[in-house]
């Protein structure tokens, strides 16, 4: 079993749909929880980022953390063609210290107009 | 500020040569890291570093070596390559006590072995 697992995609969606990423993982000791957007051919940035369970909200984007499910989520409001991106999940936190980063497989989204 | 750069941009290797990858960072950050990409697999820590003097092997650290003589430069050491090696390479730094725990990452490194 992978430590952290997330669906690769390709999600397809229309311009100003709703849409929801997510993250499962099996290590409870972890703490920090962090989507990073990559495009094409550049390296990730962060996106989000969340300490322990709830939610966080900024502009379009809200991420929920689930520590009891291991379960973490991305939503995109009125999604945008800008948005089109590969999205990372990573987490880190335990004996394996909050800076070594696991980041799962990643999921590409595709936005049309 | 140019943050962490990479280069080179693009490489070719023939089975058994090396070669380093450079990285740089000017935004006087204690840590500094190399992943690799492989398509469908996320990203993998191959080595990182707390500081000058100091690095630690991460998932992946087989076939590699670094080094970290100042706090801008941490160059990734490729002895003997493999077509195993085929990846995309990313270096990435951050600040301890910085916001959100946020690692900056390079453009990459795309790196074909032959």
């Known amino acids: 079993q992978k430590e952290v697992e997330q669906d690769p995609g390709p999600l397809s969606v229309p311009e100003g749909a709703i849409v929801s990423l997510n993250c499962t993982y099996s290590?409870?000791?972890?703490?920090?929880f962090m989507w990073y957007r990559q495009y094409s051919r550049k390296g990730p940035e962060l996106l989000m980022y969340t300490y322990s369970s709830g939610n966080k909200e900024d502009g379009r984007f809200t991420a929920q953390v689930d520590k009891s499910s291991k379960y973490i989520s991305l939503f995109i409001r009125d999604s945008q063609p800008s948005d089109s991106a590969t999205y990372l999940c990573?987490?880190?936190?335990?004996?394996?210290?909050?800076?070594?980063?696991?980041f799962g497989t990643g999921t590409r989204l595709l936005v049309s107009p | 500020n140019a943050g962490v750069t990479q280069t080179p941009k693009f490489r070719i290797l023939k089975i058994g040569q090396s070669m380093t990858l450079q990285c740089t960072q000017d935004?006087?950050?204690?840590?500094m890291y190399w992943y690799r990409q492989d398509p469908g697999m996320g990203l993998k820590l191959i080595y990182y570093?707390?500081?000058?003097?100091?690095?630690d092997k991460g998932e992946v650290p087989n076939g590699y070596n670094v080094s970290r003589s100042t706090t801008e430069d941490f160059p990734l050491r490729l002895e003997l390559a493999a077509p195993s090696q085929t990846s995309v390479y990313f270096c990435a730094s951050s600040y301890l006590g910085g916001r959100d725990h946020e690692q900056f990452f390079g453009p990459g490194t795309r790196l074909t072995v032959l």
């Open positions: 290590n409870s000791a972890f703490q920090y």
């Open positions: 570093s707390v500081g000058a003097g100091i690095t």
């Open positions: 935004m006087n950050h204690n840590y």
């Open positions: 990573a987490m880190s936190g335990g004996n394996t210290g909050f800076q070594k980063l696991v």
